[in-house]
C-alpha cells in the first residue's frame, strides 16, 4: 500500500513530465530544470509546432543547402525566417488545438496552457 507522501511524489513526477511534454510540443509548461537535464533536453529548446513549421519553411527554400550546413548556421537560417501574420496565426491555432488535445487526454489534472506570444 502507497503512502499520502508517496503519492504525492508520484503526482508531481507525472505534473513534471507532462509539463516537459507540453514544453515540447507547444512551447507552454514550466517543467524543471533537473528533469529537462536529465532528459537531455537543453533548456533553449523550440516547440515542436514553432521548429517544425520553421525546418518545414527553411527546406522548401533551400533544403539541400540545409544538409550541409552546421547546427549553429541552421540556427541562424531558422532566425532569420520570417513568420507573416496569417502564419503566425497558423501557428496559434494549431499550438491551442494541440494543448487542448493533450489537456483532454492527460486524465484528472488540468495542464493549462496559453499559446506563448
Given at each position: 500500500?502507497?503512502?499520502?507522501?508517496?503519492?504525492?511524489?508520484?503526482?508531481?513526477?507525472?505534473?513534471d513530465h507532462?509539463?516537459?511534454v507540453?514544453?515540447?510540443t507547444?512551447g507552454?509548461?514550466?517543467?524543471s530544470?533537473?528533469?529537462m537535464?536529465?532528459?537531455?533536453?537543453?533548456?533553449?529548446v523550440?516547440?515542436?509546432?514553432s521548429?517544425?513549421?520553421?525546418?518545414?519553411?527553411?527546406?522548401?527554400v533551400s533544403?539541400?543547402?540545409?544538409?550541409s550546413?552546421t547546427?549553429?548556421?541552421v540556427?541562424?537560417?531558422?532566425?532569420?525566417?520570417?513568420?507573416t501574420?496569417?502564419?503566425?496565426?497558423?501557428i496559434?491555432?494549431?499550438?491551442?488545438k494541440t494543448?487542448?488535445?493533450?489537456?483532454l487526454?492527460?486524465?484528472?489534472?488540468?495542464?493549462?496552457?496559453?499559446?506563448?506570444?
Amino acid at each position: 500500500m502507497l503512502t499520502q507522501k508517496q503519492i504525492h511524489r508520484i503526482k508531481q513526477i507525472i505534473d513534471d513530465h507532462m509539463n516537459a511534454v507540453m514544453k515540447l510540443t507547444v512551447g507552454t509548461g514550466k517543467p524543471s530544470d533537473g528533469l529537462m537535464g536529465s532528459l537531455g533536453i537543453p533548456s533553449s529548446v523550440r516547440d515542436l509546432i514553432s521548429s517544425g513549421y520553421l525546418y518545414g519553411k527553411a527546406g522548401t527554400v533551400s533544403e539541400s543547402r540545409l544538409a550541409s550546413l552546421t547546427p549553429a548556421q541552421v540556427e541562424k537560417v531558422l532566425a532569420d525566417i520570417k513568420v507573416t501574420p496569417a502564419e503566425q496565426a497558423s501557428i496559434d491555432a494549431l499550438r491551442s488545438k494541440t494543448s487542448l488535445y493533450i489537456e483532454l487526454n492527460a486524465g484528472p489534472k488540468t495542464y493549462r496552457c496559453s499559446t506563448p506570444s
